[in-house]
């Protein structure tokens, strides 16, 4: 049986690889900073919920171990959430750039050693790290989200390197501009000129980033190690 735990899947891309997952006959708990939000996206799936931050060991800890008991061994891990706060560099707050890095780098990384112990022990496991473009070419007013996502695709094809061999697959998605309620709150003008910048000419939605995931999850992947996935309308291409 397949058992995945989605954090910050409350919702955008994090909800729609919950859905997607379940649909797929997947056992999924679904993790958000926001409590009322994973359960309602729990209930929406017929899965689990699980509040917490996963930039907090205990909170960690206790997500895994409610994930186990309910459904048994975590057979699939995606590190999905996320927080975003704008700022020029010069004018960034040390407490900002921690929290940064604490919620994407510190929680894949937590979150990432409560349920690798277990993939190798069985010799097999998926974990797959939501990462973003602006990890790989970087963005105006969001040097530290972009050294945090940066920090991700590292992770990941380092991770990679150590485990694949016994049996555990790691990769990281790259999503470029998506239709979340973060982009929806934007100005139209910002909306419009971005777009304007992609080859495909429009925004990506959710469900075409969960897509990629449960491809990952699949497998399919087989050969798929270390890499980065960008479904990205055409933002970086390599």
């Not at 006959?25 to 919920?49: C, H, S, W």
């Not at 409610?66 to 975003?84: D, R, Y």
């Amino acid at each position: 049986m397949n058992v995945a735990i989605v954090t910050g899947a409350g919702s955008g891309i994090g909800r729609a690889i919950a859905v997607q997952l379940a649909a797929e006959g997947y056992k999924v708990l679904a993790n958000d900073f926001r409590t009322e939000a994973a359960e309602a996206v729990a209930v929406e799936i017929g899965g689990l919920a699980c509040g917490g931050d996963v930039s907090n060991e205990v909170d960690v800890a206790a997500m895994v171990a409610k994930a186990e008991a309910s459904f048994g061994p975590v057979t699939h891990l995606i590190n999905n959430a996320g927080h975003v706060h704008q700022g020029r560099f010069t004018e960034l707050k040390v407490e900002e750039f921690d929290r940064m890095i604490a919620v994407h780098l510190r929680g894949t990384f937590l979150c990432t050693q409560a349920v690798l112990k277990g993939m190798l022990a069985r010799g097999q496991g998926v974990i797959v790290n939501i990462a973003s473009q602006l990890g790989q070419i970087g963005g105006i007013e969001l040097v530290h989200y972009s050294a945090a996502k940066a920090g991700i695709i590292g992770l990941t094809k380092a991770l990679a390197r150590e485990v694949s061999a016994q049996g555990v697959r790691v990769n990281a998605v790259a999503p470029g501009p998506i239709n979340t309620p973060l982009v929806r709150s934007l100005s139209a003008d910002w909306q419009r000129a971005k777009a304007a910048e992609l080859p495909l000419g429009r925004f990506g939605e959710p469900e075409e980033v969960a897509a990629t995931v449960a491809f990952l999850c699949s497998p399919a992947a087989s050969l798929f190690v270390g890499q980065t996935l960008g479904p990205n309308s055409g933002d970086v291409m390599l």
